[in-house]
C-alpha cells in the first residue's frame, strides 16, 4: 500500500515535469474560450493572427535586438538541429556538449557528409563546457540550459573570427533564464517547457546573419528540403503563418503563455521567480546529509530543472512512485543518465510555494520508508 502524505503537506499543483511541463488553468480556459478557431485554416485571419501574436510576444518578452526576427516551424527543437545543420553549418560547427541534447545535436553536424567533423568540447554531466574561440569554425552550438542534467550555461559570443556564428539551444531555457540575444544568432527552443504548452513546434529568435547564412547556404546548391529549410520557415513566419499546418491548440496555449508572462513583469519576473524556486530546492537539498544537488558549482545550477542525487540508502524510484500515487508527478531523472536522484522543472507556471511543499513531502516519505 502506497504512504499516504499528510494533505497540509501536499502542493496545491503537483506538476513538476522537465517538459512536457505544468500548463496553467489560464491557458485552458483560454483555449477554450477560443475553440472556434481549432479546426480553421492555418492561412486565415484567425490562425495567422495566433502566429503574428507570439512573434510579436516573443520578440517583446526576450527583448529581441533591432533587426531579429522571429521564425516557427514544425517538428520541435529535434527537427531545429537538422535544420541548422544542413542551412547554417556552412563547413564546421564547434559544440560545447554537457548533457544528452547538446551531444544530440553535436552527433547531427558530425554526421553530416557535406561538413567537416565537427569539434566538441565535452564535460561530464553535472557540470558544463564552454565555447573556445577557433580560427577553423564557422558556427558555435552550445545549449543555454541542459535538461537531462540540470546545468546552465551564460549565453555569451566566443571572441573568434568575424562572421562566426552562434546558435543556442534554448528549449528549457526560454522565458526562464537571464539572455542577451545580442550574444547569439539563433536563439531556438520548442513550447513545452517555460511557455507550457506542447511539443512539435519550434521557434528560433534569428540575428540578420543567421538569415543571410541560411540563405547563402541554401543558395550554394547544397540540397535541402523544403521542411527543413529555413529560409522557407522565415519567409513563411513573415507571412504569420507556417508552411505546414500547425498544432493550432499548441499556438493556443503558447500565446497564451508569451502574454501572461509579459503581464507579469516579463522576462526579469521570469527569471527572479524560477530563482526563488531553485534556491528553495538547493537550499533544502544542501541542508539534508541524504540528498545533494547533482550540479556541483553552484553557478552552474539550472534554476529551471532542478536535480538532486540521494544517498543509495534512499531508493529514488520508491520516493518517485509514493510521490506519484499521492499526486506528485514527474520529478524522475533523465532516463539515460541513470542516476539515484529527482529532477525538478521549476518553470515560470510553477508557484515557489509548491517546490517548497515537494520538500516537505519528500522529507515525509524519506522519514517514513
Known amino acids: 500500500m502506497p504512504l499516504t502524505i499528510p494533505t497540509h503537506l501536499l502542493p496545491n499543483d503537483g506538476r513538476f515535469g522537465s517538459g512536457p511541463s505544468k500548463v496553467r488553468p489560464g491557458q485552458v480556459d483560454h483555449l477554450v474560450a477560443n475553440a472556434h478557431v481549432l479546426g480553421t485554416s492555418h492561412r486565415k485571419a484567425p490562425v495567422k493572427d495566433l502566429v503574428r501574436r507570439i512573434r510579436e510576444g516573443v520578440t517583446e518578452l526576450l527583448g529581441a535586438p533591432d533587426g531579429y526576427e522571429v521564425a516557427l516551424g514544425n517538428g520541435g527543437s529535434t527537427a531545429f538541429w537538422d535544420v541548422a545543420t544542413l542551412c547554417l553549418v556552412e563547413r564546421k560547427a564547434q559544440h560545447a556538449a554537457f548533457g544528452e541534447f547538446g551531444g544530440k545535436f553535436a552527433k547531427a553536424t558530425s554526421r553530416a557528409p557535406f561538413l567537416e567533423p565537427s569539434q566538441v568540447i565535452s564535460a561530464e554531466p553535472g557540470s558544463v563546457a564552454y565555447l573556445e574561440a577557433a580560427d577553423d569554425v564557422d558556427t558555435y552550438a552550445t545549449p543555454h540550459n541542459e535538461t537531462s542534467t540540470g546545468a546552465m550555461a551564460p549565453v555569451l559570443r566566443p571572441s573568434g573570427p568575424e562572421g562566426a556564428i552562434v546558435l543556442t539551444d534554448a528549449t528549457s531555457g526560454a522565458g526562464a533564464l537571464p539572455v542577451d540575444l545580442s550574444q547569439t544568432d539563433a536563439y531556438y527552443f520548442a513550447p513545452q517547457k517555460a511557455f507550457a504548452?506542447?511539443?512539435?513546434?519550434?521557434?528560433?529568435?534569428?540575428?540578420?546573419?543567421?538569415?543571410?547564412?541560411?540563405a547563402r547556404v541554401e543558395a550554394s546548391g547544397?540540397?535541402?528540403?523544403?521542411?527543413?529549410?529555413?529560409?522557407?520557415?522565415?519567409?513563411?513566419?513573415?507571412?504569420?503563418?507556417?508552411?505546414?499546418?500547425?498544432?493550432?491548440?499548441?499556438?493556443l496555449l503558447l500565446a497564451d503563455q508569451v502574454e501572461w508572462l509579459i503581464a507579469q513583469g516579463g522576462l526579469e519576473w521570469s527569471t527572479k521567480r524560477c530563482a526563488t524556486s531553485a534556491e528553495i530546492l538547493y537550499s533544502w537539498a544542501e541542508a539534508r546529509e541524504w540528498a545533494t544537488p547533482f550540479v556541483r558549482r553552484p553557478e552552474e545550477r539550472s534554476t529551471v530543472v532542478g536535480t538532486i542525487d540521494l544517498a543509495d540508502e534512499i531508493d529514488a524510484g520508491q520516493v518517485i512512485a509514493e510521490l506519484r500515487a499521492n499526486g506528485v508527478q514527474d520529478v524522475f531523472a533523465y532516463r539515460k543518465l541513470g542516476r539515484n536522484q529527482l529532477r525538478v522543472g521549476m518553470f515560470p507556471a510553477v508557484e515557489p510555494d509548491d517546490v517548497a511543499a515537494l520538500t516537505a513531502c519528500v522529507d515525509y516519505l524519506v522519514a517514513s520508508l
Do not use: C, M, Y
Open 197 to 214: 504548452a506542447d511539443g512539435g513546434l519550434w521557434l528560433a529568435v534569428l540575428s540578420p546573419a543567421a538569415v543571410e547564412r541560411a
Open 222 to 251: 547544397r540540397w535541402v528540403p523544403e521542411f527543413l529549410s529555413l529560409t522557407t520557415a522565415v519567409e513563411n513566419s513573415r507571412q504569420d503563418q507556417t508552411l505546414n499546418t500547425p498544432a493550432v491548440a499548441t499556438l
